[in-house]
């Protein structure tokens, strides 16, 4: 055993307490006493959860870049094609309660150079989270929500990406049953690359559509979060 | 490709309207409680989202039971505890009026503590006191 002094530095943590992680944990043992839900449920959902993240589908618009039969695969079954990269939306979530079998509806939809596709919720913030993981605070705004399938073009716009006016743009609704990814164009300066290359600059904006694909950029923008202009009455 | 069987909230049966009225314990949170960007900032971490953050999406899911995966109208009422849709239309009221100051996703937990208590779930006092306990608990070092 060295007697050199251990040189690893642990990486930084927050070192308090904040009272909205009380209130987090104090709101879901209360749920758990009162029975709303199990703490073996809670602790299954939680560690599912923790699994999901954009790579998968950024893998999936890989593959199918690079493999014509898999694309033909992905835009007729998404849940067939999503297993290829280790996502199973039936058997992969937790089925302690709800009914898995209704999520399970993926939507591959594909780009063309004159077609560009574009995923919202208008009604709540319904996202294909199993191979796409939890979705970013913008989408959930009623601010993006409602303008995107109002003004699309402008929408898009706000997030960098002008489109010509000869492109068409179709918005997918998400709902409760079906969900929907972007497959979108591959971008020229990729010939060549791999599967891992290529699905490096697929982000997760890519895949949600107000991106696309670009040699070099690897990262989402971060986008602002406006209130919407006229406040909030649902018709309840 | 809007689609048209979106599963909106039914207008039909209805849901009650917001309610707005401010909770005082949720109010001295807002007031006092400091956000994860700030703390991050603070320790010079870099995670974009606060580690409670999967536990509270996890307990907005169970907490929907099959309202997560059922269009609104097929959801039997008290089949579950607090369906998402309703849920999600709260936390949209609330998060454009009372909570509106407060960043993400730490107005989303407030919203859930609000519609919580506003629904019956929980108590606001029994509430402050278990955030007493979890909090003596956590620094009983």
């Not at chain 1, 589908?57 to 290829?84: C, F, I, M, Q």
């Not at chain 1, 990814?181 to 982000?203: H, K, N, S, Y």
């Not at chain 2, 989202?49 to 109208?73: E, R």
């Not at chain 2, 919580?116 to 929980?122: Q, S």
């Amino acid at each position: 055993m060295s007697d050199k002094p251990h040189e690893h530095k642990p990486a930084p943590m927050v070192d308090e307490v904040s009272d909205f992680e009380a209130l987090e944990i104090a709101v879901r043992e209360l749920a758990i006493e009162k029975g709303l839900f199990s703490a073996e449920d809670h602790r299954r959902w939680t560690e599912y959860v923790h699994t999901l993240g954009p790579l998968p589908a950024a893998r999936l618009v890989a593959k199918a870049w690079l493999d014509p039969e898999y694309k033909k695969l992905a835009v007729t079954d998404g849940v067939k094609a999503s297993l290829a990269v280790g996502v199973d939306w039936i058997n992969s979530p937790p089925t302690g309660f709800g009914t898995p079998s209704d999520y399970c509806n993926l939507r591959v939809l594909e780009d063309t150079p004159k077609l560009k596709h574009v995923v919202v919720c208008t009604l709540c913030s319904c996202y294909p989270r199993p191979i796409l993981g939890q979705s970013p605070e913008w989408y959930r705004t009623p601010n993006y929500r409602r303008r995107l399938v109002r003004w699309p073009r402008q929408v898009l716009a706000e997030f960098g990406l002008q489109l010509p006016s000869d492109v068409e743009i179709r918005v997918a609704d998400s709902n409760q049953k079906t969900r929907y990814m972007v497959l979108p164009v591959r971008p020229a300066g990729t010939e060549g690359w791999t599967e891992d290359q290529l699905t490096a600059i697929v982000t997760r904006d890519c895949l949600i559509g107000v991106a696309m694909p670009k040699p070099g950029v690897t990262t989402n923008i971060k986008r602002p979060v406006h209130p919407a202009v006229h406040p909030v009455h649902h018709d309840h | 490709m809007i689609a048209s069987d979106k599963n909106a909230r039914s207008s039909e049966g209805g849901c009650p309207k917001t309610d707005l009225k401010l909770i005082a314990l949720l109010e001295s949170i807002k007031r006092r409680g400091r956000g994860w960007e700030d703390l991050a900032a603070q320790y010079g971490v870099t995670n974009p989202d606060p580690p409670w953050k999967i536990a509270l999406d996890a307990t907005c899911d169970l907490l929907a039971g099959n309202s997560m995966v059922l269009p609104a109208d097929q959801v039997v009422p008290g089949s579950c505890a607090l369906p998402s849709v309703e849920r999600r239309a709260e936390e949209d009221d609330l998060s454009a009026t009372i909570y509106a100051d407060v960043p993400f996703p730490e107005r989303q937990l407030l919203a859930l503590a609000h519609s919580m208590i506003r629904h019956g779930l929980i108590d606001e006092e029994e509430l402050t006191r278990r955030m007493k306990q979890v909090h003596e608990r956590l620094t009983s070092v």
